[in-house]
């Protein structure tokens, strides 16, 4: 959802707002289009017109995701793949995450370490694990059935995919 906002004031004027009673699972931003400025209207409680630029401003409410109840490691795609492939998973709060992608016969392929995540979906291209279908010595790896799997503070988590070339 997003509103125009308009205000008729001097540049010395400041913008104040009480977002407390506001629902939970929405963010809050105050974005002036001129200036590019963006406030998270949950973080402050005010901003100056001086700040904010002179021209329309958009007020947003971006619905959030909610928590997944527990972490997950869902299935890959495209599956089959060629060459590359994301890996989704979930999790139910804050962790580090690695994904080793190992061949049928137990050995390491290659290893993705994410670094630390915050709790939530990482389902869409930009925030799945990606692999190139690259070794870790940088060679194609061949086509066949790989297991990949997911490292956790709370899940270890396997799963199979196909890469056909």
Sequence with gaps: MSWRVSVAAD?????????????????????AQRTGVQIDMRRRREASLRELGNGRLTL???RRE?????????????NPFNPETWIPFELAEA????V???????????????GRRDAGRYVSRDAAAYWDGRATT????ASGVYIYEIRTDGLIARRRMLLRK
């Design 95 to 98: 962790s580090e995450v690695a």
């Design 60 to 62: 947003r409410a971006v």
């Design 66 to 78: 909610p928590v997944p109840a527990e972490a997950a490691l869902l299935a890959n795609y495209p």
């Design 11 to 31: 540049a010395d004027a400041t913008l104040t707002w009480d977002a407390a009673d506001a629902a939970d699972e929405y963010d809050l931003f105050l974005h």
């Design 138 to 141: 940088g060679d194609p790896a």
């Design 100 to 114: 080793a992608i190992y061949a049928v016969d137990g050995s390491l392929v290659r290893a993705l370490d994410l």
